[in-house]
C-alpha cells in the first residue's frame, strides 16, 4: 500500500485572487487540490503501463487498484492509494505462457522480463550439476496459473519424493507506480496543483 498526500497551502493565493470569504476560497482550493490528485493517479497509472511489460498491458490494470481520498473543506489534503498483493511475473511477458500438465518445464526455456525496455531472460533457479532448474508454467489445485521453479534440496509435504515448488514474483502494481512517481511526477505536482488552482480561480472570477 502507498500513500501520496497532496496537502497544499494555496489558501491565501486564492483568497487574495477572489476577494471572497475563507469558506468559499477552501472550496476552490479543495476542487483544485481533488483534480490535481486526479491528474497524478492518472499519469502514474499511464507512466506504469509505459514502463512495464505486463501481459494485460496499458494503464488499465494500475487503475483498477488505485483509489483516492479527496480532500474535504476540513481537510484540504488528498490521498491516492494503490492496493495489491505481489505480482505474479507470470502476469508480465512470458514467452512461453503454455501450462504442461507433469512437466518441470517447457521442451525449450521459458523466457520472462518486467521492464519493456528489458530483454527476455531465461528462467532459471541456479545450476546443478550439468543441468539448470528451468521455470516452469504451473497451475496450482486451486486453478491459480503462475510461473514457478523447484527448490533443490526440498520436499513437497503431500509428495515427498517430489521437490517443492515456489512461485516467482515481479514488480508489484504499487511498487511499479512508486517507481514512476519519484522518477517522472515528483518533481511536477506543485506544478500540477499550481494549475488546477489557477483554473479554479478563474472560474470563480467568470
Request: glycine content about 6%; aromatic content about 8%.
Amino acid at each position: 500500500m502507498i500513500h501520496y498526500v497532496i496537502n497544499m497551502d494555496g489558501l491565501a493565493e486564492i483568497e487574495a485572487a477572489l476577494g471572497k470569504s475563507k469558506d468559499k476560497s477552501k472550496m476552490a482550493l479543495r476542487t483544485a487540490i481533488n483534480n490535481a490528485a486526479k491528474e497524478v493517479e492518472k499519469r502514474m497509472a499511464k507512466e506504469a503501463g509505459q514502463r512495464y511489460a505486463r501481459h494485460e498491458g496499458g494503464m488499465r490494470p494500475y487503475r483498477e487498484i488505485n483509489s483516492i481520498k479527496k480532500a474535504k473543506v476540513g481537510k484540504l489534503e488528498a490521498i491516492i492509494e494503490a492496493k495489491d498483493r505481489a505480482s505474479d511475473l507470470y502476469d508480465y511477458k512470458l514467452s512461453s505462457r503454455t501450462y504442461f500438465p507433469g512437466s518441470v518445464g517447457a521442451p525449450n526455456w521459458i523466457k520472462a522480463k518486467q521492464m519493456k525496455s528489458a530483454k527476455m531472460q531465461k528462467m532459471a533457479l541456479r545450476k546443478t550439476g550439468r543441468d539448470k532448474y528451468k521455470a516452469f508454467v504451473v497451475r496450482y489445485q486451486n486453478g491459480h496459473i503462475a510461473l514457478a521453479e523447484r527448490i533443490p534440496g526440498t520436499h513437497m509435504k503431500g509428495r515427498p519424493e517430489k521437490e517443492a515448488i515456489r512461485s516467482l514474483y515481479a514488480t508489484s502494481k504499487p511498487k511499479a507506480e512508486e517507481v514512476v512517481f519519484k522518477r517522472d511526477i515528483d518533481d511536477e505536482v506543485q506544478d500540477i496543483l499550481a494549475r488546477n488552482i489557477e483554473a479554479q480561480i478563474y472560474r470563480y472570477m467568470g
